[in-house]
């Protein structure tokens, strides 16, 4: 079986200590852990890497892209820079955001070896074909180690369209993350786990979903045994 992508719990939680305890049960289930920090009273970032013994992945997603942040960029970003200090794995900053507040990530990233996952969402559909690759072309020229482009689908043929974006992005070498929400795009948060997909985001269970459609990592964790496990044969 040839290497699959990284399985990410989204976690949203009041605090760190909140999160660090809600993730103990499925901790070896996961690759990563992904802290939803705008769902945080504070942003507790250092408290996060203290107590989550994991690779971890600081969000702070903007109510313009789908999250609960409010405040000014400059704020929403400092605890980011605060995660790359701290040489967490992975910062998610979106496309749609300021040119320079991502070269200031890039920028304090180079010591750290933290890496920048530049994404982008749209919870109402799914571009055209078009669209996507230009998209894709953005996230290679931004100058991120990572992308994800997640998309809304209505009919198979979305969900298609964006796991095709794959073959480009592995040809030009450039990891990326791609997968739709809604009924129709199940399928591909577990699909792009074996098409070369770097990595899919699951929930702790079906309560604390935080993107429609998302599946649970213990759903994902069971699925991948069982395709793997079915190949061995």
């Known amino acids: 079986m040839e290497k699959r992508g990284k399985i990410c719990v989204s976690l949203a939680g009041a605090d760190a200590a909140a999160i660090a305890s809600a993730v103990q049960p499925v901790l070896d289930l996961v690759d990563v852990v992904e802290v939803r920090l705008d769902a945080m ?3 507790e970032v250092e408290k996060c890497c203290a107590l989550i013994r994991k690779p971890l992945l600081f969000t702070n ?25 701290a040489r967490a794995a992975w910062v ?12 200031s990530l890039l920028s304090a990233a180079v010591e750290s070896g933290t890496k920048v ?9 799914t571009p055209s074909r078009e669209s996507l690759d230009a998209l894709l072309a953005q996230m290679m020229e931004s100058g991120c180690h990572v992308g994800k482009i997640v998309t809304t689908a209505k009919s198979e043929a979305d969900v298609l369209r964006v796991l095709a974006l794959q073959e480009q992005a592995m040809a030009d070498g450039f990891p990326l993350s791609c997968f739709c929400m809604g009924a129709p795009g199940r399928i591909s948060r577990f699909a792009t786990l074996y098409l070369g997909g770097y990595m899919t985001y699951g929930a702790l269970d079906a309560a604390q979903a935080t993107a429609p459609g998302q599946l649970t990592v213990r759903q994902l964790h069971a699925m991948t045994q069982l395709f793997e496990d079915t190949n061995a044969d």
């Open 41 to 43: 009273t504070n942003p």
């Open 61 to 85: 997603r903007p109510i313009w892209e789908g999250g609960q942040f409010g405040g000014t960029e400059e704020e929403r970003v400092a605890p980011l820079l605060t995660a790359i200090r």
């Open 92 to 103: 998610d900053l979106e496309l749609r955001a300021d040119g320079a507040l991502r070269r």
């Open 117 to 125: 996952i530049i994404s982008w969402h749209d919870f109402t559909g």
